[in-house]
């Protein structure tokens, strides 16, 4: 049951934001953690206290840098955005997405997480997702911060039902056959009744364990 799982969600929430001293939420502007960011807002009481953490690659689709800004402006969070723009010349983006990845959203997720001293770092990864994050646990500590997964036992499904449950605005870019959002050269729309990921570049979703292993989502 849906209600369940969202209780469960807001435990997790609640019991990590009791004992974080520098707690941190990723936005990428997705389903999932527009999700999060809504859990974390109904457990602050209205509000989300804590820092939203945005990984500018400045290659993603205009649609979704309109609607982040767009929820910064109803929700009232502080909003922080990272980059690493320029690592990778403009005409080699996407062509080794490993790499690319790694410098355009791992190394400024890195960067923001010694800045900012983040003890406790909230993403909103599901296990039925990508095989590469079904073992995840909810709490998951890593070499310099611990990573809190609340969104872990919800699937697609769940989600949409959710944003459906609370009337929650969501990117225009779902309602044009996108299912999972990325950088704009390496996503693509989905067809009918194709997996979650499939408009994702396929060498990066081998990769994903690997990436995964860098510090990655």
């Known amino acids: ?35 999060l960011l809504h859990l974390i807002r109904t457990v602050q009481g209205g509000k989300i206290a804590l820092p ?27 909003l922080v955005r990272e980059n690493n723009i320029g690592a990778i010349p403009p005409e080699e983006i996407g062509r080794d997405q490993v790499q690319c990845c790694y410098r355009l959203k791992t190394v400024p997720l890195k960067r923001a997480l010694e800045k900012y001293r983040v003890s406790h770092l909230f993403t909103a990864i599901r296990r039925d997702e990508h095989p590469a994050r079904a073992g995840e646990d909810y709490i998951s500590p890593r070499e310099d911060h611990i990573r809190v997964q609340p969104l872990l036992h919800f699937t697609r499904e769940d989600i949409w039902a959710y944003i459906r449950l609370h009337h929650l605005p969501y990117c225009s870019l779902y309602d044009r056959g996108y299912v999972s959002l990325g950088c704009r050269p390496c996503t693509s729309p989905a067809g009918p009744g194709e997996a979650e990921r499939s408009g994702r570049a396929p060498a990066k979703e081998i990769a994903m364990p690997d990436l995964r292993q860098l510090g990655y989502f």
């Open 1 to 35: 049951m849906l209600t369940e799982k969202i209780e469960r969600s807001k435990e997790i929430i609640a019991a990590a934001l009791e004992q974080a001293k520098g707690a941190m939420v990723t936005f990428s502007g997705g389903k999932d953690s527009l999700v």
């Open 52 to 78: 939203v953490l945005n990984i500018d690659t400045g290659v993603k689709f205009p649609e979704i840098y309109r609607f982040i800004d767009k929820m910064q402006r109803l929700w009232g969070f502080n």
